[in-house]
């Protein structure tokens, strides 16, 4: 039986719409949240004048760049902490991804759509953290209108690379039952390899090649580094067209992994 277009438009609607609403249902973990960012962005403030120690530039990188890319990176790094194999691998030990499976539903979109409408929420809520920095750190903003541009398309090229990622690896689920762990994994080489903690150029030449050939770059350090000024404006449009030609390939692999990947569904004890 085929499913009315804007019948299928209201069930994504739905489905999408309860996401932030559950991730601002407790306040008090938004307010606790908000204290420890704020401490952290501190924390990583200090840190990186200690490294410059006095020095206008590092790397080719000036502080100001540095310290500007790091503050950015802490407001967006939602982009790449967030893992759907913990996610994935709770429902399957409990049986209830079956029931997604049965919705008249595109699985993978719809779950797009929902991590889509949870990362505008972050922005919303990452405003204060945003203003802190600009208020105490004097954090430097391009006014510029191209470079906003800019930045939001391959902010939003980067956050769909590394949802087909996320989605790969959460299929993993399906074979193992240790889904904690593998999320504590991608944890790791996400907030290390995205640039969250290091701007990429100031890594060894081995090591930047590296990170910046994974989709981790490519959700983080892209976007922000544009904002930041370390990517000139002019190297935009080659960048797009790098993070589309991710997102293609990504976005055909993680169809064809879940295709394989599902038809091993198994509940624990059973």
């Known amino acids: 039986m085929r499913t009315d277009p804007a019948a299928r438009l209201r069930g994504y609607s739905a489905l999408v719409g309860m996401a932030p609403k559950l991730h601002v249902a407790y306040?008090?973990?938004?307010?606790?949240?908000?204290?420890?960012?704020?401490?952290?962005?501190?924390?990583?403030?200090?840190?990186?004048?200690?490294?410059?120690?006095?020095?206008?530039?590092?790397?080719?990188?000036?502080?100001?760049?540095?310290?500007?890319?790091?503050?950015?990176?802490?407001?967006?790094?939602?982009?790449?902490?967030?893992?759907?194999?913990?996610?994935?691998?709770?429902?399957?030990?409990?049986?209830?991804?079956?029931?997604?499976?049965?919705?008249?539903?595109?699985?993978?979109?719809?779950y797009y759509l929902e991590h889509l409408g949870i990362l505008l929420l972050e922005l919303v809520l990452k405003l204060p953290l945003a203003l802190f920095a600009w208020l105490v750190f004097d954090l430097e903003l391009p006014r510029s209108p191209a470079v906003w541009g800019a930045f939001v398309v391959t902010l939003m090229l980067g956050h769909a690379i590394f949802f087909a990622f996320d989605w790969i690896f959460a299929c993993l689920a399906f074979y193992t039952t240790e889904s904690w762990g593998l999320s504590m994994v991608q944890y790791g080489f996400a907030t290390f390899f995205s640039g969250a903690l290091v701007p990429l150029a100031l890594m060894p030449d081995w090591l930047e090649r590296l990170a910046i050939h994974l989709p981790f770059a490519q959700a983080l350090y892209v976007p922000v580094s544009l904002l930041a000024g370390i990517t000139p404006l002019a190297d935009a449009p080659q960048v797009a067209l790098i993070q589309l030609a991710w997102l293609v390939g990504l976005v055909l692999a993680s169809r064809l992994v879940f295709g394989l990947s599902v038809r091993k569904i198994t509940v624990q004890g059973g």
């Not at 008090?28 to 990186?48: C, D, E, P, R, Y």
């Not at 990188?61 to 540095?66: A, D, I, K, S």
């Not at 990176?73 to 790449?80: D, I, K, N, Y």
């Open 27 to 110: 306040r008090a973990w938004f307010w606790m949240g908000l204290f420890v960012q704020v401490v952290a962005l501190t924390i990583l403030v200090f840190f990186w004048k200690a490294v410059y120690g006095g020095r206008s530039s590092l790397g080719g990188l000036e502080l100001r760049q540095t310290l500007s890319y790091i503050m950015l990176a802490q407001v967006f790094l939602h982009l790449v902490v967030h893992s759907l194999v913990f996610r994935m691998g709770e429902m399957l030990a409990r049986g209830q991804f079956v029931m997604e499976l049965l919705r008249p539903v595109d699985v993978q979109f719809r």
